[in-house]
């Protein structure tokens, strides 16, 4: 089974200081791919990165980056240079590769809220 | 405008109402989803629809019924609701064939509230 964990609930941070955001997986999957959706207080889910499990190069999205550590099983988001708009909340996601497990799992989330 | 759309936005039902949600995508997808989104808890796959074919229904109440009569569109057809039942409820689409570096496209969502 596959499993996402953010230990986060919440995160305060100043405008224009960077944050990162704790993701880590469990999966028996060799190969499996790692999202970030940003989520506002309208409900839409947005798609904000993509890194794959055997992408050797850390995922990289204008201001948002994913710090990849595939040894301890971690995919932090990293927003540079936090904006007003970059609050509301932050889910983890993943997909694995084989038949039966390639629903995409969610964790709890992290509420982030930037402060002027 | 994200590519699926939900409708409607808001609902308010009482417990003896049937109502339908809608989900439509113009993507060129072919496999759709109903998620449940309740306060405090991670997000809730309900349904799995692919090539217009339920693939899974994870324990999901029988008061909750999803039609796909076409690969653009989805339905969720509510009657006899609980309290409990408001949330958030998510519909998302992803192409076919599949593979594990394709995420899904998310509608905005209809917020639930069963009084």
């Known amino acids: 089974a596959q499993k996402i964990t953010q230990t986060q609930p919440g995160m305060f941070v100043q405008e224009k200081e960077a944050v990162t955001l704790d993701c880590t997986y469990d999966t028996s999957d060799q190969s499996y791919g790692l999202f970030w959706y940003k989520q506002p207080s309208s409900g839409e889910m947005i798609f904000l990165i993509y890194q794959g499990s055997y992408d050797e190069q850390n995922a990289t999205e204008g201001r948002y980056s994913l710090n990849f550590q595939k040894a301890r099983k971690s995919a932090n988001l990293v927003i540079s240079a936090s904006q007003l708009g970059d609050s509301a909340m932050y889910f983890c996601?993943?997909?694995?590769?084989?038949?039966?497990?390639?629903?995409?799992?969610f964790g709890q989330g992290t509420r982030l809220t930037i402060n002027p | 405008e994200t590519g699926v759309t939900q409708t409607p936005r808001h609902l308010v039902m009482g417990m003896t109402n049937k109502k339908s949600l809608k989900c439509e995508q113009h993507l060129g997808h072919n496999a759709m989803y109903w998620y449940k989104q309740s306060a405090k808890k991670p997000l809730e796959l309900m349904f799995v629809y692919s090539l217009e074919e339920r693939v899974e229904n994870n324990s999901v109440p029988s008061r909750f019924s999803p039609e796909c009569p076409n690969s653009s569109h989805l339905f969720l057809h509510l009657h006899t609701l609980q309290p409990e039942d408001s949330a958030l409820y998510l519909c998302?689409?992803?192409?076919?064939?599949?593979?594990?570096?394709?995420?899904?496209?998310f509608g905005s969502g209809t917020r639930l509230t069963v009084v």
């Open positions: 996601a993943m997909r694995g590769s084989f038949q039966g497990a390639q629903k995409l799992v």
């Open positions: 998302a689409s992803s192409r076919k064939p599949d593979s594990f570096n394709y995420g899904y496209t």
